[in-house]
């Protein structure tokens, strides 16, 4: 809960630049109860155990934002923008060379091992909610996660809003584009694919899907 309000506080200006503060004020209120009511609701995919449960957390935090911009008449593609300004803004405030640092090492052989782990037991299907996927290297250097199911989508189904699916990978490009990651997220279950791929190779150029272009902050 200190997370989500550490949300609600930095997303609101952002709100009130687009919208009117008015309409930040009344919406962060719903969002509030909204929360409340989602929070207990959160899947369990295995606790601190599993690296995607804060993606479940934050994901709460939108579907609850949705639901309040919702009831106002904004779309979708609103609430998502505002998402990717404040996650934008958040990497943004974290010096260049250290944000390229970080993404060199996310393709070392620790961290690879660390989500070949967390890989494997997801296949054991402990948790119904969760993610399952394996990791796959390529010879030219590309990582890929292999999704064959989504905790994200599956938590959009449950709480119907699956019209938030074909945006499920904005923060995926976000950090990917400031970090050097070269990641192609094209191809995911919230578009109707059988599988949702997220490809990684250091260095190659971002690839930004065109359910994104228009809701992603511009620039690299």
């Known amino acids: ?21 008015e309409f930040a004020r009344v919406v962060i209120a719903d969002v509030r109860d909204e929360y409340g009511r989602l929070a207990p609701q959160l899947p369990d995919i295995g606790g601190w155990r599993n690296v995607f449960t804060p993606v479940m957390v ?12 919702a009831r106002r008449g904004r779309t979708p593609q609103d609430t998502i923008a505002v998402c990717a300004e404040l996650s934008d803004d958040v990497f943004r405030a974290v010096p260049t060379p250290v944000l390229r640092l970080v993404g060199r090492l996310a393709f070392t052989r620790p961290v690879q091992w660390v989500f070949e782990r967390q890989a494997a037991r997801s296949r054991r299907r402990a ?8 990791v796959r290297v390529g ?14 989508n599956k938590f959009y189904a449950a709480q119907n809003v699956r019209e938030l699916a074909p945006f499920c990978n904005f923060f995926d490009v976000t950090y990917s584009r400031l970090m050097g990651m070269g990641i192609d997220a094209s191809q995911t279950i919230g578009l109707g694919c059988s599988t949702c791929e997220l490809r990684y190779k250091h260095g190659r150029p ?12 511009r620039g690299g």
């Open 139 to 152: 010879d030219d250097g590309e990582l890929a996660l292999v999704f064959e199911e989504c905790a994200v």
């Open 58 to 69: 934050v994901n709460g935090w939108m579907v609850a934002l949705h639901r309040a911009m």
């Open 1 to 21: 809960m200190r997370a989500f309000a550490w949300f609600v506080r930095r997303i609101q200006p952002l709100m009130a630049r687009r919208w009117g503060a």
């Open 127 to 134: 948790y119904p909610a969760d993610f399952v996927y394996a």
């Open 206 to 217: 971002t690839a930004v899907p065109p359910a994104l272009r228009e809701v992603l902050p």
